[in-house]
């Protein structure tokens, strides 16, 4: 089992950057798939990016080339560089954890992007 927590979020200006991190408690992050996903008011939950656990990663159509996920399986941590930021990157940004059929989630955590 894994708990996650998410943090990092905030308000920031268009072309900004922000750095959200995910820590992981319980089992190794090694053995699952970590993703971010986000979900903007009124619409549907979405994949951001992916890591698996070999490591290989990918990225939705929209922030390709301007976030990157990366983890650091000592500290069971999972990170989200997000660079170049747009108003349309608003939305609540939640770390899940997927190994086969079990998923866990976090709590999410706030991204504003607004000049």
């Known amino acids: 089992q894994v708990q996650l927590v998410e943090s990092g979020g905030g308000l920031v200006q268009p072309g900004g950057s922000l750095r959200l991190s995910c820590a992981a408690s319980?089992?190794?992050?090694?053995?699952?798939?970590v993703a971010w996903h986000r979900q903007a008011p009124g619409k549907q939950r979405e994949l951001v990016a992916r890591i698996s656990s070999f490591g290989s990663t990918n990225y939705a159509d929209p922030v390709k080339g301007r976030f990157a996920i990366s983890r650091d399986i000592a500290k069971k941590m999972v990170y989200l560089q997000m660079n170049s930021l747009k108003p349309e990157d608003t939305a609540v940004y939640f770390c899940n954890a997927q190994r086969g059929s079990f998923g866990y989630w976090g709590q999410g955590t706030q991204v504003t992007v607004s000049s």
């Open positions: 319980g089992s190794s992050i090694s053995t699952y798939a």
